[in-house]
């Protein structure tokens, strides 16, 4: 009993204390500044591992004081413990909002779209989950890849998260009860509110302002317009407000008593990340492909770092005088916080449209290639040393070990042996004219193993995305404009997540795969080979642009191919469906606008295979007026055009209602707006 005793309490005494990234930008006041452990260089990916619940764009890591890292995805969450290089729970099923989360006492906290949940730091298990009462708004509102969605924040065991209705919600952390509903405005509040000691909340609207809202009491202290939609979150300290606002990526230092300008200077470009303050700088990132860092005190631009990527909702973090970035392309960028130095670059397989999470000295978060990244100073259990996703052959899954059960057998320390899977990512390829296709085989998996030493306990199953044994599956849907006359697009969703993007096999009228072999029926027809592009944002779709010159319209089968995770291949069966594409696929917002008062009306439209898309402007009567985009080559998603009311000149256009002309080679639409002088 004595030993038993012992060995407990030194488990305890030597269990480390890290300083927690508990929220979105690190706490309540969004300062994004830590410094318990230098990282020092070269860094290298130590896992890249698939996102429980699939990939979501908001969904950036928490970590407690213990090292225990939890991700939320579209429809699940994970804890992964950074001290063991282990997963220690997942839990599918749970659907949260495109937001991070916030941890509290034992328990980490996610929003849904109309309530909030608790779950066990220890097992993951559901606390409680209560929804909002006393609104009729809900917390999210997407809007392509700039999420006006709200990010919660946590203080004082109270969460505070605006929505769609121009409500402050506060929630008690404890029990998910709603405490208060304060109305701030008629539209909605977005991103993550800072809160001060003294309570006071700073959050920003759609419609242009930052408030400064009582919490007690409800009354809104001050607003400030910044000149266009604020959707970056405001960062506090001592001496005043920070923020991030309007077309044109002005920087605001306000004055916390009054919301008064201290000091403002403007960026290149668009952008709603938001900043870090450490030391002398306010740093924050601006869709010009620059960091910038500005002194607190006076605005002034300290330096500003060209980085070759796009920073859109991306925010900066400073871990001991060193800032970390995530750009849209594929990189996560380390720079010095002192010199501006661009220090070092790590690449991941796809965009990363999402914020850094750090604990114990390693930097963690997700990307859209679907997979989270855990990058730290490559040590000797660093293998392959290399921060560069692409030169990556394996999926570096860590060990899942599952929590305890409650009683756990006397053995206190047992070695148990943990199995890594180790992937291909080879694709099949066929010729683009060809009369057979080639025998696809599977490949045993090789595996390597690892022996931590870990607590006896009885182990329990969790499902994998992907079981070894059955293939995967596809859902094919072939879109057309209302004419035919564009390229037509092939959307495919695959079962589960795959290797690599799967092959696609296209055969026209009188050509069909049969038995592996191409049989033509016709003799001056063959069957297209593409590879799919993988699909912004999501996980498991893809997309292939079918030529309207090979004949749209004559499509007799889509053939899908693919390997998943588990090394198991699909093939599906030929056959799709076919729709038009829709109405929504351009959307006008703020189609009534005030240019003068700084309003902006946006084109929003949907980009099916990096398609090359032109926006004009006409009057009435038909004349050009202004051209938003030039046949310029827009990546498949989602794109987000605005108009400021001038014209090619710069002139202001006067009063009245224009066309908005948006083409591509998917489709062609038209639009109006409307202009108020």
């Known amino acids: 009993m004595k030993k038993f005793i012992v060995l407990l309490l030194f488990s305890l ?122 609104t009729s708004g809900n917390f999210m509102i997407p809007d392509g890849i700039y999420n006006f969605t709200c990010f919660p924040s946590l203080s004082n065991g109270r969460i505070y998260c605006g929505n769609s209705a121009g409500d402050l919600l506060i929630v008690n952390a404890d029990t998910g009860d709603t405490v208060k509903t304060l109305h701030v405005t008629s539209q909605m509040l977005v991103d993550s509110p800072a809160i001060d000691d003294d309570g006071t909340v700073y959050v920003g609207s759609n419609d242009n302002n930052l408030y400064a809202v009582d919490s007690n009491t409800g009354a809104i202290k001050w607003s400030f317009n910044v000149g266009g939609q604020v959707v970056s979150s405001p960062s506090i300290d001592d001496s005043g407000i920070y923020i991030m606002g309007g077309p044109f990526g002005q920087v605001w230092k306000l004055n916390k008593s009054n919301g008064s300008v201290i000091w403002t200077k403007t960026t290149g470009e668009y952008g709603n990340g938001s900043g870090a303050l450490y030391g002398d700088g306010f740093f924050i990132a601006s869709d010009d492909r620059f960091v910038y860092k500005f002194d607190k005190d006076t605005g002034i631009i300290k330096w500003q770092i060209y980085t070759e990527d796009n920073f859109a909702q991306m925010s900066c973090i400073v871990v001991c005088a060193k800032v970390f970035i995530l750009g849209c392309i594929d990189k996560m960028i380390m720079i010095d916080a002192d010199t501006g130095n661009k220090d070092f670059i790590c690449h991941t397989l796809a965009s990363n449209f999402t914020n850094l999470g750090y604990a114990n000295g390693q930097l963690y978060f997700t990307s859209d290639d679907g997979n989270m990244y855990v990058v730290g100073h490559c040590d000797a259990n660093c293998s392959p040393c290399t921060c560069d996703a692409h030169q990556i052959n394996v999926t570096m899954e860590p060990t899942y070990f599952p929590p305890a059960s409650p009683t756990p057998t006397p053995s206190f320390m047992v070695t148990i042996t943990a199995t890594y899977t180790i992937t291909s990512t080879t694709v099949p390829t066929l010729p683009s004219t060809s009369t057979t296709t080639p025998s696809l085989t599977n490949t045993p998996l090789p595996t390597s193993t690892n022996t931590p030493i870990m607590p006896t306990a009885t182990l329990t199953a969790t499902k994998a995305p992907c079981d070894g044994i059955t293939p995967p599956t596809f859902t094919v849907n072939m879109v057309l404009s209302p004419d035919a006359a564009g390229d037509a697009v092939i959307n495919i ?185």
């Open 493 to 677: 969703e695959s079962s589960v997540l795959m290797q690599a993007p799967p092959v696609v096999i296209i055969c026209p009228h009188g050509v069909k795969i049969q038995d592996g072999n191409i049989t033509k029926l016709c003799s001056n027809k063959s069957c297209f080979q593409f590879t799919a592009g993988p699909v912004a944002g999501e996980t498991k779709k893809y997309i292939v642009s079918y030529p309207k010159s090979t004949g749209a319209g004559d499509i007799d089968s889509v053939t899908v191919i693919g390997t998943d995770f588990c090394g198991i291949q699909g093939k599906s069966d030929g056959t799709f469906k076919k729709s038009v594409i829709s109405d929504d696929d351009v959307i006008i917002f703020k189609n009534v606008f005030r240019p003068d008062e700084g309003e902006r009306c946006v084109t929003h439209c949907m980009v099916y295979a990096n398609e090359h898309v032109t926006i004009k402007i006409y009057s009435r009567n038909g004349q050009l007026v202004k051209t938003l985009a030039d046949n310029e080559l827009k990546q498949t998603g989602e794109c987000d055009i605005p108009w400021d009311g001038t014209d090619n000149n710069g002139t202001k256009v006067p009063s009245g209602i224009y066309d908005v002309c948006v083409s591509c080679p998917s489709y062609t639409a038209v639009k109006k707006t409307s202009v108020l002088r």
């Open 13 to 134: 005494i030597a269990s480390p204390v890290f300083p927690s990234w508990d929220q979105f930008q690190k706490d309540a006041k969004h300062t994004a500044a830590i410094c318990d452990t230098t990282i020092s260089l070269p860094l290298c990916i130590k896992y890249k591992y698939p996102v429980q619940g699939g990939m979501i764009r908001g969904g950036s890591p928490l970590t407690d004081d213990k090292g225990g890292v939890y991700t939320n995805g579209a429809w699940g969450i994970s804890k992964f413990d950074s001290n063991l290089g282990a997963v220690v729970w997942n839990k599918a099923g749970f659907a949260t909002i495109d937001a991070p989360g916030m941890i509290y006492k034992n328990t980490v906290i996610y929003a849904t779209s109309t309530s909030f949940r608790a779950h066990s730091l220890d097992t993951g298990n559901v606390v409680w989950e209560k929804n909002v009462s006393g």
